[in-house]
């Protein structure tokens, strides 16, 4: 069974940058739909951005637009998300998921199988 592995979190100033990563040891990630996700306290979790299974597509919440971007590394069985000009709404904890679609390019399924354990990104200065 597919199991994510996630990391790159942690503490940055207003401005800064941090990249996460979601790896699935042993498991290829093409074909997979991912989500990045976050959750901060006392909110409901956010979908910040799909990518399509064919790696292909992206869809990203207004939010993050121009300052995120996902990527994936089929190489590697790595997903990840590069965050830019983060502000203090960003703190949150972030997930990773993924939804296997094989040869359909499907961009935001409605469920995914399998999740990360989360990482805690915090914005402060």
């Known amino acids: 069974q597919m199991q994510f592995v996630e990391s790159g979190g942690g503490l940055v100033q207003p401005g800064g940058s941090l990249r996460l990563s979601c790896a699935a040891p042993?498991?290829?990630?093409?074909?997979?739909?991912i989500g990045w996700f976050r959750q901060a306290p006392g909110k409901e979790r956010e979908r910040v951005v799909c990518l399509s299974s064919s790696g292909s597509r992206t869809n990203y919440t207004d939010s993050v637009k121009g300052r995120f971007t996902v990527s994936r590394d089929n190489a590697k069985n790595t997903v990840y998300l590069q965050m830019n000009n983060l502000k203090p709404e960003d703190t949150a904890i972030y997930y990773c998921a993924a939804d296997f679609w094989g040869d359909y390019d499907v961009l935001c399924p409605k469920e995914y199988d399998y999740w990360g354990q989360g990482t805690q990104v915090t914005v402060s200065s």
């Open positions: 042993g498991f290829p990630v093409d074909g997979y739909a």
